[in-house]
C-alpha cells in the first residue's frame, strides 16, 4: 500500500510539472468521456431504470393487430376482446385495460384539461399500484350505470387542491359529471404517459368488436415464458375469429414486454448512438496514447536511471499506469460535468410528452459506469506507451545528446498507426452525420399537403349535458367558427376532429358500391370529421369536384371528400366524383357520395407515406373534441388571445385547450431526426477536431525528432519548398490511408442507419465523397503549422543543437 501511495504521489508531482501536457490529455479524454456518459444517460433513462410498478419485468403488452395491409397498423383491443382474453388466458394472473383520454376537470377552481386515462378496475392491481391515499378501484366500480369515482395523481393533487388532507370523498366534475375522487396515486405514478387523473372504463353501448381502441397490460403467472403465453394467447384469438368472423376475421393478438412496447424503436438508436461515442472515445485515447508515446521518448534517460539504479520493468510499468490512470480520472470528473451541461441540451429537445418515469438525470448508475469506463480507458491507452517506455535502451540513452528509444522505428510505427485509425473513425462518424443531416433536411422539404407556417390550433372540448345532443354541438362549434373567421387578421377558420400532424387516428372500412359486403374484406382509410370551411383555412388544394356546403353540414348529409391516394387507388385517373362507397356491411348503411378529390395531407409523420383519407361533414361523426384551425394574414401566435375570448363569449363552458401555432406543431413532428442528427453532427465535430489535433501531434513531434535530417537536407541544397512539402506529405499520406480504410468501414456501418434515413441511401456517393475531402483538408490544414516550423528552420543551428 505504500508503494502505491508512493506511486500517486511521484505521478501528481510529475504531471503537474507537465501542465500543458496534462491539460491536453485530461480535456481530450475528457470530450470522449463527457459524450459517452450523455447517451449512457439516456440508455439508462429509457433501456435499464426499473419502471415503477411491482416486478415489471413480468408485465406484457397485449394488442391486436390486422393481418393484412392496413393503415390501422394493429395497435389496440376491443373491449369485449379484452373480457374474452382476461377471463380465458390461463398464462396470467391478472390482465388490466385502459385508453388515455383527455378530461375537463371543474369544480371550485377555473375549468382545465387534463390528461389522463380510462382504466379497467384490475388496471393498477395489475401493475402491483395501490393509492398513497383512499382506495382503489373495484370491480363494482367498473360496471355501466355507478356512480362516477376518480383516482387523482400526487401532482394533481398539489397544483389543484392544495394537497387538501379531506381530499378523499371530495366531488369534482369530470366532463360535466359528477365524479367522487377515492384515492391519491403515489407521487411517481403517471400512468400511462403522463395522467393525472383516472376514471373506470364502464361498459358502454360503443364497446362492439369491430371498435379496437384499448391497451391491454398483462402479468404473467409465475414459471410462464413469453412462448407459452403466446401461444396460448393465439389460440384464443383464433377461436374468437371463428366465433365472430364479421368483426374478428383478419386480427390477430399480440404480445410483447412492456419494455420493448415502450421503447422499442429507440433501443436500436441509443445502440447505435452508443457505438459511435464509442468511436469519439477511441480516437481521444489514440490521441493521448500519441501524447504518452511522445512524452516516452523524452523520458528514456529518466527511465534508464531508474533501470540502472535497481528499478524493476514491473515497477515503471506501474508508475507510467499510474500516471494514465490519474489522467483518466482526472478526466472522468471534467467529463461528468460536461455531460450534466450537454444532457441538459438533450433534454431540452425532446418532447415534453415522454413518459413521466424517464428521468433523465446522472444518477449512481451512470456515476459508476463513468469510473469504469474510466480505469478501463486509463489502461487502454495508457499500456502501450507504457511498455515501450519501460523497456528503455540503456547505452543508447545514457548518452549525451541522444534522442532515445522514442524515435525508433517501431514506435514511429505506432504512432502512425494511432493516427490513422483516428482518421477512419473520424470519417465513419463524418459520414453517419451527414446522412442524417441531409436525410433530416429532406423531410423538411416533404410537402406536408397544408400550410403550416400561418395556422394557428387549438382544441374545444364540448362536455356537460348541454352538448349531449348533435345539434347544440354543431350550433356552438358554428358561432365560434363564423365569429373567428370575422376576426381581423384572420383569413379562415375550420375545425377537424384531429389535428394533423399528430399521433392520434380514427380509421373506418368502406366498401365500393357493388362490391360483395364481405367481413374483413374492407378497404380502410384514416377519417376525419370537419367544416366547411376546414380546407380552405389550412389551404388543402382541391383537384375536383367541390368541397361541403352549409347545408350539407347541418344535415348529415351522406357526401364524402376522398384525398388523392384513395382516388387513383380504385378509380382510373383518381376520377372518383360522383362515386359512392358504403360503411359498414349492412345493407341498409347509406351509400356517401363522394363530391371532392384533395391533395394528399400528412396527417401523422411527415416521412411517411400518405394512406388513404376522407373527410365528412361534422354532423356526421359529431366529436366532443375538436381543434379550431385558424389561418393568419400575420403572426398566428398573436390571435390565441382574441380567439379565446370569442370562445368564452360564445360557449363560456367550453375549454379552450392545446392552444400551438402549427410550425410548433411541424417541429415537434420531426423532433427525432432533428434530435438524431444534432447528436451525431456534434459526436463527429468533436472527432474531426480530435483527428486534428492527432495529425497535428504526431507531425509535430516526428518535425521535433527530423531536426538534424531537415538540417541536412538544407545545407545539401534543399530548398524551403521542398522541406515544406516533404512534412505535408507526411501528413497527407497517413490521412489518405485513414481515409481510405474509413470509407471501408463506413460502407459497412452505415447500413444499420437505414431504418433513420429518409430519402437518402446509406452509400450516398456524394456524401463519402465530401466528408473524405473534408477530413483530408482538415489533416493537410493540421500539418501546416509543423510544416511552416520546418520550412523556416537554420540548418546551422540545427546541425549546431543536435
Known amino acids: 500500500m505504500d508503494t502505491i501511495a508512493q506511486d500517486v504521489r511521484y505521478a501528481v508531482r510529475t504531471l503537474l510539472k507537465q501542465r500543458g501536457f496534462t491539460l491536453v490529455s485530461v480535456l481530450c479524454l475528457a470530450l470522449g468521456i463527457g459524450v459517452n456518459t450523455v447517451i449512457f444517460s439516456c440508455l439508462n433513462a429509457i433501456l435499464l431504470r426499473p419502471f415503477p410498478y411491482t416486478h415489471p419485468g413480468a408485465l406484457v403488452v397485449l394488442t391486436e393487430g390486422a393481418g393484412r395491409e392496413s393503415p390501422r397498423g394493429g395497435s389496440a383491443l376491443s373491449y369485449p376482446d379484452y373480457v374474452d382474453y382476461a377471463a380465458s388466458a390461463r398464462s396470467f394472473t391478472s390482465v388490466g385495460a385502459y385508453a388515455s383520454r383527455t378530461f375537463t376537470l371543474a369544480g371550485s377552481a377555473e375549468a382545465e384539461r387534463v390528461e389522463g386515462a380510462r382504466v379497467s378496475a384490475s388496471m393498477f392491481p395489475t401493475l402491483g399500484l395501490v393509492p398513497a391515499r383512499g382506495r382503489g378501484f373495484e370491480p363494482a366500480d367498473d360496471r355501466p350505470g355507478v356512480a362516477g369515482v376518480a383516482l387523482i395523481s400526487d401532482g394533481l393533487w398539489e397544483r389543484r387542491f392544495s394537497r387538501d388532507p379531506q381530499i378523499v370523498g371530495r366531488s369534482i366534475e369530470v366532463d360535466g359529471n359528477p365524479t367522487t375522487i377515492i384515492g391519491v396515486m403515489p407521487p411517481d405514478v403517471r400512468f400511462p404517459g403522463r395522467a393525472d387523473l383516472w376514471l373506470t372504463h364502464g361498459r358502454n353501448p360503443v364497446d362492439e368488436r369491430d371498435n379496437h381502441y384499448l391497451q391491454g397490460i398483462a402479468r404473467l403467472a409465475p414459471g410462464v415464458s413469453m412462448e407459452r403465453a403466446r401461444a396460448e394467447v393465439g389460440t384464443i384469438g383464433r377461436a374468437l375469429a371463428a366465433r365472430y368472423p364479421a368483426t374478428n376475421e383478419g386480427w390477430a393478438p399480440r404480445l410483447t414486454t412492456l419494455r420493448d412496447s415502450e421503447v422499442g424503436e429507440v433501443r436500436p438508436v441509443l445502440l447505435i448512438m452508443q457505438a459511435a461515442v464509442s468511436f469519439v472515445l477511441l480516437i481521444a485515447c489514440a490521441n493521448v496514447a500519441n501524447l504518452l508515446m511522445a512524452r516516452g521518448a523524452s523520458r528514456h534517460r529518466e527511465i534508464a536511471i531508474r533501470t540502472t539504479l535497481g528499478a524493476g520493468r514491473r515497477r515503471i510499468l506501474r508508475q507510467l499506469l499510474t500516471e494514465s490512470l490519474l489522467i483518466a480520472i482526472a478526466a472522468a470528473a471534467v467529463g461528468v460535468l460536461l455531460a450534466s451541461w450537454g444532457l441538459d441540451v438533450v433534454v431540452a ?105 400561418r395556422s394557428l390550433a387549438m382544441q374545444l372540448s364540448f362536455v356537460g349535458t348541454a352538448y349531449d345532443a348533435t345539434e347544440a354541438r354543431w350550433s356552438a362549434l358554428d358561432r365560434v367558427v363564423t365569429e373567428v373567421s370575422a376576426l381581423p387578421g384572420v383569413t379562415g377558420a375550420g375545425a377537424v376532429s384531429l389535428t394533423p400532424l399528430t399521433t392520434p387516428n380514427a380509421i373506418t372500412g368502406f366498401y365500393l358500391d357493388g362490391e360483395p359486403l364481405t367481413a374483413g374484406r374492407a378497404h380502410d382509410a384514416e377519417v376525419r370529421a370537419i367544416t366547411a370551411e376546414y380546407f380552405r383555412s389550412l389551404g388543402i388544394s382541391l383537384l375536383r369536384g367541390r368541397t361541403f356546403t352549409r347545408p350539407e353540414m347541418t344535415d348529415s348529409a351522406p357526401v364524402v371528400v376522398v384525398n388523392q391516394t384513395l382516388a387513383a387507388r380504385h378509380w382510373p385517373n383518381g376520377d372518383a366524383v360522383g362515386k359512392r362507397i358504403r360503411w359498414g356491411i349492412a345493407t341498409d348503411d347509406p351509400l356517401l357520395t363522394i363530391v371532392g378529390v384533395v391533395s394528399d395531407v400528412k396527417q401523422r409523420q411527415l416521412g411517411a407515406p400518405v394512406p388513404a383519407q376522407m373527410w365528412v361533414p361534422y354532423t356526421v361523426y359529431p366529436y366532443r373534441t375538436m381543434t379550431l384551425m385558424v389561418a393568419a394574414s400575420g403572426d398566428p401566435a398573436a390571435l390565441a388571445a382574441p380567439v379565446r375570448a370569442v370562445v368564452r363569449r360564445v360557449a363560456p363552458t367550453v375549454p379552450l385547450y392545446g392552444v400551438e401555432t402549427m410550425r410548433g406543431i411541424y417541429a415537434r413532428s420531426v423532433w427525432q431526426p432533428r434530435l438524431y442528427g444534432a447528436l451525431f453532427t456534434s459526436f463527429a465535430v468533436i472527432a474531426l477536431l480530435l483527428a486534428a489535433a492527432g495529425v497535428y501531434s504526431v507531425i509535430a513531434y516526428s518535425v521535433t525528432q527530423r531536426l538534424h535530417e531537415i538540417g541536412v537536407r538544407m545545407a545539401l541544397g534543399a530548398k524551403r519548398a521542398d522541406v515544406f512539402r516533404l512534412v505535408v506529405q507526411g501528413g497527407a499520406r497517413l490521412a489518405l490511408i485513414g481515409v481510405v480504410l474509413g470509407t471501408l468501414g463506413a460502407l459497412a456501418a452505415t447500413r444499420v442507419l437505414t431504418t433513420l434515413l429518409y430519402g437518402v441511401s446509406p452509400t450516398d456517393p456524394s456524401v463519402f465523397v465530401a466528408m473524405g475531402a473534408v477530413l483530408l483538408g482538415t489533416a493537410l490544414v493540421a500539418s501546416y503549422v509543423p510544416a511552416r516550423r520546418a520550412a523556416s528552420l537554420d540548418p546551422v543551428k540545427a546541425l549546431r543543437n543536435d
Open 349 to 453: 429537445m425532446l418532447p415534453s410528452s415522454l413518459p413521466s418515469w424517464m428521468q433523465f438525470t446522472i444518477d449512481g448508475r451512470v456515476l459508476v459506469f463513468t469510473l469504469v469506463m474510466a480505469v478501463a480507458t486509463g489502461l487502454v491507452f495508457g499500456l502501450a506507451p507504457a511498455l515501450q517506455a519501460s523497456r528503455p535502451d540503456l547505452t543508447d540513452a545514457l548518452k549525451d545528446g541522444s534522442r532515445g528509444a522514442g524515435t525508433s522505428r517501431s514506435g514511429q510505427r505506432l504512432r502512425n498507426a494511432l493516427v490513422v485509425a483516428e482518421v477512419a473513425l473520424s470519417l465513419v462518424l463524418l459520414i453517419g452525420a451527414s446522412l442524417m443531416m441531409k436525410s433530416f433536411l429532406r423531410l423538411q422539404s416533404v410537402d406536408p399537403g397544408f400550410d403550416y407556417r
